[in-house]
């Protein structure tokens, strides 16, 4: 609502690109994902209806660190919940969504990035079952936010992206 109301309202001036991207929080493991995702890829349609001369691009949720190891095994054998991989389930299925469901424009892929090694292998934690991207251990010091190996990594997924975009414009 807050993006629609600075564009709509001209605070930002005018815009060749405007991307709208969650933060790893607005997605929890009780999340409605196919809902969130269908409202949210509808608000970048009806703002690109509004504003023409502006290219919408779209970005996937951020993913955190989901620790492995012999303990979380066991903990999760045993049947207690594992939170981190559980939002991130949540999360990847709003991505998964976004992925098949936007053909406008590029997408800043920015869960694809932070699951990315620098080999190009990609991180994934599995749990009962399901996959879901995972943040690389490298790319982080607290399990939620990018250092700055993870940070420069991600910067040039997504300046790519930006300038794909942008090109359209």
Same mark, same amino acid.
């Given at each position: 609502?807050?993006?629609? #109301? ?23 493991? %009780? ?7 269908? %409202?949210? @890829? ?10 023409? *001369? ?32 559980? #939002? ?18 590029? @997408? ?11 080999? *190009?292998?990609?991180?994934? %934690?599995?749990?009962? *079952? ?6 690389? %251990? ?32």
């Amino acid at each position: 609502d807050d993006f629609r #109301r600075r564009l709509d309202g001209g605070t930002l001036g005018r815009l060749d690109v405007a991307v709208l991207k969650y933060c790893y929080v607005d997605v929890q493991e %009780a999340a409605d994902a196919a809902a969130l995702c269908d %409202a949210y @890829i509808a608000t970048l349609e009806d703002l690109a209806g509004r504003h023409a *001369g502006t290219v919408f691009v779209p970005a996937t949720v951020p993913v955190t660190h989901a620790e492995g190891g012999l303990g979380v095994t066991v903990r999760e054998l045993l049947g207690r919940p594992n939170h981190v991989k559980l #939002r991130n389930l949540a999360r990847q299925a709003f991505n998964d969504r976004l992925r098949q469901r936007w053909t406008a424009t590029p @997408i800043v892929d920015v869960a694809a990035a932070e699951s990315t090694r620098p080999d *190009g292998r990609r991180e994934v %934690a599995t749990y009962r *079952g399901r996959s879901a991207e995972n943040l690389v %251990a490298a790319y982080t010091d607290d399990g939620r936010h990018l250092n700055g190996t993870g940070r420069r990594h991600v910067a040039a997924a997504v300046l790519q992206t930006l300038a794909a975009a942008a090109a359209r414009t």
